[in-house]
């Protein structure tokens, strides 16, 4: 898929919002890409689950074990993504703020995971999901995202590939500007 046709799935389905909105990195931003919203239509998910497959090395694909996505923005496509690599999908929770495996799901030691996240923005909840695994017995070979809105810029340790990369500015508490900071703000992501 071209970046031009992501977008349009986007829009298609009401997922790429404007206005003024706080992001779960802390960030301001005009715009908000409302993935749920992207993935409620299964076909919908399924396609940008095979389009996201295709970013990843063969190499790197023939070697996954698990897909394991962070809770809740990675859910979705986490398990989209399971099912195109035909590989188990499981996902991280942050029931006390750090994120764990529950549910009764484990990582075999050593199990060679690909990472699936919605979007990536300054890669801290990625780096924090990419400890976790490592704290569970597996190794993180590689991250998928449906978007990066670092710029290029997020470091998440491991081999990143998204599916579209967007230049969308983000901006501190004391650095938003005038016209963005006289819109009401909005957080509508999932983290408090």
Do not use: W
């Not at 698990?66 to 942050?94: N, Q, Y």
């Not at 909840?125 to 998928?144: D, P």
């Not at 990066?148 to 998440?156: F, K, Q, T, V, Y």
């Amino acid at each position: 898929m071209t970046d031009e046709e992501v977008l349009a799935e986007f829009r298609t389905a009401g997922a790429l919002l404007e206005g003024h909105f706080v992001l779960s990195s802390g960030l301001h931003s005009s715009h908000y890409l409302q993935c749920a919203r992207v993935l409620m239509n299964a076909e919908r998910a399924g396609l940008l689950a095979r389009a996201l497959c295709q970013k990843i090395p063969r190499e790197v694909r023939s070697q996954v074990d698990v897909v394991v996505s962070p809770a809740m923005g990675g859910l979705i496509i986490g398990h989209e993504m399971g099912r195109t690599l035909e590989k188990d999908a499981i996902f991280l929770e942050r029931p006390t703020g750090t994120f764990e495996l529950r549910r009764g799901f484990r990582l075999e030691e050593g199990a060679k995971v690909l990472m699936v996240e919605d979007v990536v923005t300054t890669g801290l909840s990625s780096r924090e999901a990419i400890e976790a695994v490592a704290r569970e017995g597996g190794e993180v070979l590689a991250e998928v995202a449906l978007v990066d809105r670092s710029g290029g810029e997020a470091d998440l340790g491991v081999p990143f590939y998204p599916l579209i990369e967007l230049h969308i500015p983000t901006y501190a508490d004391d650095e938003v500007p005038e016209d963005l900071a006289a819109i009401p703000v909005t957080k509508p992501g999932s983290r408090k």
